[in-house]
């Protein structure tokens, strides 16, 4: 793959470092639970959804894995209520006609 296209596309076995770790940016271990539980990462459930409907799963299935610095409750709610964000505005584009 070249960098610098706008559309390049990640494919399987790439974006991993010298070590066989996955990358943070392409494989984040926050949704590593996922793909061990069920083969898929949200990534590949989220690219055929819109932006905020992606944007909600996206939060709905981290699993309280993100920011050490919070207890487990309180990343669960942080996301819960990000997941509610892109909610909130996907409802209010489409009650404006904006889909």
């Known amino acids: 793959m ?7 596309i990640v494919t399987k076995g790439e974006g991993k470092s010298a070590n066989g ?8 271990s926050h949704y590593a639970w996922l793909k061990d539980l ?7 459930i989220c690219r ?6 992606g944007n909600a799963i996206k939060y709905l299935l981290r699993k309280d894995k993100v920011d050490g610095n919070k207890t487990k409750t309180e990343k ?3 996301d819960l209520r990000k997941a509610v964000f892109y909610i909130q505005d996907e409802i209010k584009l489409l009650e404006h006609g904006t889909d």
């Open 2 to 8: 070249t960098f610098g296209t706008k559309f390049d």
């Open 21 to 28: 770790k996955a990358e943070q940016v392409s494989h984040p």
């Open 38 to 44: 069920c083969g898929v990462e949200p990534l590949d």
């Open 48 to 53: 055929h959804l819109d932006f905020n409907t």
């Open 76 to 78: 669960r709610i942080e």
